[in-house]
């Protein structure tokens, strides 16, 4: 049977089912969902790139990174958590850096977190076993180290709202004779949705539509009450709160992708294509808070990796491999010109006092 049916029984039998629903369905119904399938999704042969996929550098820069909090945290028992691994490229990537600091290798815990069984299938066959598998971070209670995550969050199902008279939220409902047969309905929004433009002091105009990403808040809260010291860092496309909700982005944020073809249907290759939102990186932050988590930094990709000394790293490349070198530095122009904007780094922080990151010390022109 087809995901798409599936969903359509779900709807004649109950009725209409908020989008959030229907996402998550989309992107996670048990063997027939976009990540839990056993397609590839990432790559070439996939519909999407990330930054491990061109090139390894990105994983060597996070693992500068990663070796500087060990330094911060005393030099002592380390855990590194990865949120939704994806192929593993990244943790490969990352490992191989750290393995170069023999004395933080032997105080490596390093946990990758993964609900997708695919997923988990094909990380197992990169990497091996050097590292262990968990199915939730609540199995983590009480870690010192960080938990990381690159493109996670933005996958995240998501609630639709609309501005009417009131807040209104999208359900999905079904008709045969109506185009691809679903159609949206509007339904007042609950308390919990409500409350969340409340926090954030955000006022939508009239005929505004938007996502809220209450998965995203529920996440955050979880790692900040269960981390007993040390950072979490999140790596995503989004904007904090006063560029989310600027006017032209009324329509909001959602969007498809198959085949690296990009489109705003998520009604079509329903369980064949990703759907994502932009994240609201001031909700990380707010909600974060309330758990302990303090700000200690944001910034984009860009000045993330300048901070992180990979103008110097390619300098040395050019000095000791010539001819390898031209091929990095495209690579790294990427990193940096094309994507570097684009994705934005939020670094937090527990019981730590500590200067500033080298990753954080740029300044770049986003704020929280």
């Known amino acids: 049977m087809f995901l798409s049916e599936i969903i359509i029984q779900k709807i004649q039998r109950n009725g209409p089912i908020s989008f959030r629903d229907f996402m998550e369905m989309a992107l996670y119904y048990p063997a027939l969902g976009y990540y839990t399938s056993q397609k590839d999704r990432i790559g070439k042969r996939g519909d999407f790139y990330t930054s491990p ?42 490992l191989g850096y750290l393995k170069r600091n023999k004395e933080l290798y032997e105080d490596l815990d390093y946990c990758i977190v993964e609900k997708s ?13 050097e590292i ?8 983590l209670s009480g870690m010192t180290g960080c938990v990381f995550s690159n493109e996670l969050v933005d996958a995240f199902p998501v609630h639709l709202v609309m501005m009417g008279e009131e807040l209104m939220e999208v359900f999905v409902d079904y008709k045969e004779d109506y185009k691809d047969g679903f159609l ?23 005929g505004f539509r938007t996502e809220v990403n209450l998965d995203a808040v529920r996440w955050i809260q979880d ?8 950072f979490v860092l999140t790596v995503d496309y989004g904007y904090p709160s006063p560029e989310l909700y600027q006017e032209y982005r009324s329509l909001g944020t959602l969007m498809c992708y198959y085949r690296h073809t990009a489109n705003e249907n998520p009604y079509e290759h329903i369980g064949e294509q990703d ?16 758990e302990g988590l303090e700000l200690c930094g ?5 000045h993330f990796l300048l901070g992180l000394g990979i103008e110097e790293y390619l300098k040395k490349l050019q000095e000791s491999d010539p001819r390898g070198y031209m091929k990095k530095m495209l690579q790294v122009k990427t990193l940096v010109m094309e994507m570097g904007e684009m994705f934005k780094i939020l670094v937090q922080k527990k019981r730590i006092e500590c200067t500033e990151l080298s990753g954080l010390r740029f300044q770049s022109r986003w704020r929280i």
């Open 53 to 94: 996929n061109v090139t390894s550098i990105f994983g060597e820069m996070l693992g500068r990174q990663l070796e500087e909090m060990w330094c911060i945290l005393g030099e002592k028992e380390f855990t590194v958590v990865e949120m939704g691994a994806g192929t593993g490229l990244l943790s490969q990537d990352v």
């Open 117 to 129: 069984p695919a997923m988990k299938e094909g990380q197992r066959e990169r990497l091996g076993g």
């Open 132 to 139: 262990r598998w968990c199915n939730s971070i609540r199995e």
């Open 184 to 206: 949206e309905v509007l339904k007042p929004a609950s308390d919990e949705l409500k409350d969340y433009f409340v926090e954030l002091g955000v006022v939508l105009p009239p």
């Open 223 to 230: 790692i900040g009450s269960l981390l007993k010291r040390g």
């Open 275 to 290: 759907i994502t939102s932009h994240v609201n990186f001031s909700a990380l932050e707010r909600w974060g808070n309330k």
């Open 298 to 302: 944001f910034t984009d990709q860009a």
